[in-house]
């Protein structure tokens, strides 16, 4: 049996964007957030921007539909320089995000998911 899997263009682009974002956002400084116990909210505000909150949530609902296979990818590629910054990704999708998305009202939808799956810091009013 063979196992090999091929990434298409679009996981293959996302790899190499986040790697060389935790190359050079988060590798440098992860020895020293660790050492502090520093959260870095700005880093991780950044993900957001680049769509890694909402890779498996559908587009109507803020996120990138891009699936969980893509979604590992970018896990993979932020554990390899901080598994601090890959679980809180996790985290905020799985455990936050997940939820929402299976059992939430649209109203909830709406109000919770769309922000997160844009990686905002909290719902607009």
């Known amino acids: ?6 990434l298409s263009e ?4 996302l790899r190499t964007t986040l790697r060389e974002f935790a190359e050079a956002e988060i590798a440098p400084y992860a020895a020293e ?9 700005d880093t991780v505000r950044k993900l957001g921007q680049l769509g890694v909150m909402g890779l498996p949530f559908p587009e109507q609902y803020g996120g990138v539909g ?4 893509s979604f590992a990818i ?5 554990a390899r320089v901080d598994s ?3 679980i809180t990704v996790s985290a905020s999708v799985g455990l936050g995000g ?8 649209e109203e909830q939808k709406e109000r919770w998911l769309m922000p997160l799956a844009r990686g ?3 719902p607009s009013s």
């Open 84 to 86: 601090s910054v890959a």
């Open 66 to 69: 891009a699936g969980a296979l």
């Open 98 to 105: 997940a939820p929402l998305l299976s059992f939430g009202t």
């Open 10 to 13: 679009d996981q293959q682009a």
């Open 1 to 6: 049996m063979d196992f090999a899997l091929e």
């Open 120 to 122: 905002a810091t909290a």
């Open 33 to 41: 957030w660790d050492r502090g116990g520093i959260f870095p909210a």
């Open 74 to 78: 970018a896990l993979e590629e932020l």
